[in-house]
């Protein structure tokens, strides 16, 4: 299986669905990157609140998102 990159996701206690929150080539940045985040929670990406409880993943980057121009989205 191809590795195209990885994303860290989180989880608001309480909703059902991960956001991607950041972008990394290799899973051992993606590991250092979420330890970061679990020590420390950054605010949401989108408008940024405070998460509450946030429960966080990393889920490999798919062919078909890299097709569709994933690592051309600004990183922040």
């Not at 989180?10 to 956001?19: A, V």
């Not at 798919?62 to 922040?76: A, H, L, N, Q, Y």
Request: charged content about 25%; aromatic content about 14%.
């Amino acid at each position: 299986m191809k590795n195209y990159g990885f994303k860290i996701c989180y989880r608001e206690q309480g909703k059902c669905r991960f956001i991607r929150h950041f972008l990394t080539y290799t899973k051992a940045a993606a590991e250092c990157v979420m330890d970061g985040y679990i020590r420390d929670p950054p605010a949401a990406r989108q408008d940024g609140h405070i998460l509450i409880n946030p429960s966080w993943k990393i889920i490999p980057v798919t062919r078909r998102e890299v097709s569709v121009g994933i690592w051309d989205e600004p990183p922040f």
